[in-house]
């Protein structure tokens, strides 16, 4: 390859690309592949029975506070995937699961036996966005100390979508020892929001077609919209009920979400997947990775000043 060759910009349908979705694209590829290969390998079946059988060796892990799974399920198919993560958790959590009105019943079905287990059918309007929101405004978080949200994923329109959903799951509450780390996490006052470090977002490309709902979220969050959003894509992650005031303050309904039609982007759930970790920021919590490293702060939030009269 020639000199001039490698130095003209990479093109795609006649459009020039820049070098940031260049890399961005990729990453995306490496990422595909390694979810399609190792990824595959690792939540395979023979694997998965593995970890768990020499995971029930260790015993539960300790929390002084109340900690709960949330989850969303609409694939009420996958609800014993939930159960696994579940039993990872101390004694005496909860389980909530919010399942559209229509799938109640199987998902009752689903978890009998269940201890400590409930249901709250919800309007099927918003994903799994909307009803967290729900649950967050009625108070049913409040009691909580740490919340891991995460729901039946399945990304028909992605190659990857089941084994990304198994991989999320497997990272954020796989074995007992791997939740009793992200607990410890929580021990630290500061810690707003913890999820996988593969999830995270944070680039102006994956605002994508949100910019009309986050610039309203912003202003009502009182804070400046920031340069590149920073988010765990997929809305799955431990967080502190507590760190998202500022999102329960906004009072929204699943009224206010669009009526479901197989959106991939633009809808306000798809905004407020990229304003979790800005709401936790914006009240003073640091954003981790699952060892604890700093993914997002206060210090990247930027407030508009008082309105003077």
């Known amino acids: 390859m020639s000199d001039q060759s490698r130095e003209l910009p990479a093109q795609r349908g006649g459009k020039t690309l820049s070098p940031e979705r260049v890399r961005l694209r990729i990453e995306h590829a490496l990422t595909k592949i390694a979810t399609l290969t190792i990824g595959a390998v690792y939540?395979?079946?023979?694997?998965?029975?593995?970890?768990?059988?020499?995971?029930?060796?260790?015993?539960?892990?300790?929390?002084?506070?109340?900690?709960?799974?949330?989850?969303?399920a609409y694939y009420t198919d996958l609800i014993p995937e939930i159960i696994s993560c579940f039993d990872t958790f101390p004694m005496g959590a909860d389980l909530i699961l919010t399942v559209p009105k229509e799938r109640a019943d199987e998902a009752m079905l689903a978890i009998n036996g269940v201890h400590r287990a409930r249901v709250v059918a919800v309007e099927n309007r918003g994903r799994d966005i909307a009803p967290f929101i729900k649950l967050l405004n009625d108070g049913v978080l409040a009691p909580y100390d740490t919340v891991l949200k995460i729901h039946t994923k399945r990304s028909p329109h992605l190659r990857d979508g089941e084994v990304r959903r198994k991989l999320i799951y497997g990272m954020l509450a796989g074995s007992r020892r791997q939740t009793a780390a992200v607990l410890r996490l929580?021990?630290?006052s500061a810690t707003g929001l913890v999820g996988w470090r593969q999830s995270w977002r944070k680039s102006?490309?994956?605002?994508?077609?949100?910019?009309?709902?986050?610039?309203?979220?912003?202003?009502?969050?009182?804070?400046?919209?920031?340069?590149?959003?920073?988010?765990?894509?997929?809305?799955?992650?431990?967080?502190r009920p507590a760190a998202l005031k500022r999102l329960a303050a906004l009072n929204l309904t699943a009224e206010n979400f669009?009526?479901?039609?197989?959106?991939l982007d633009g809808a306000l759930q798809h905004c407020i997947e990229r304003v979790f970790?800005?709401?936790?920021?914006?009240?003073?919590?640091?954003?981790?990775?699952?060892?604890?490293?700093?993914?997002?702060?206060?210090?990247?939030?930027?407030?508009?000043?008082p309105r003077t009269a």
């Not at 768990?52 to 539960?60: A, G, I, M, V």
């Not at 669009?258 to 959106?263: F, Y």
């Not at 954003?287 to 604890?292: A, E, N, Q």
């Open 277 to 305: 970790a800005l709401a936790a920021a914006s009240e003073g919590y640091v954003v981790c990775d699952l060892r604890g490293r700093i993914l997002y702060g206060p210090d990247a939030v930027s407030f508009n000043p």
């Open 186 to 188: 929580f021990e630290s």
């Open 258 to 263: 669009e009526p479901e039609a197989g959106q």
């Open 43 to 72: 939540v395979s079946s023979g694997p998965t029975l593995l970890r768990r059988r020499l995971d029930r060796q260790h015993p539960r892990p300790a929390f002084a506070a109340r900690v709960a799974l949330v989850a969303h």
């Open 204 to 239: 102006p490309f994956y605002w994508m077609n949100n910019a009309s709902h986050v610039n309203a979220i912003c202003q009502r969050f009182g804070c400046e919209v920031p340069f590149a959003p920073a988010f765990f894509e997929g809305s799955m992650f431990w967080v």
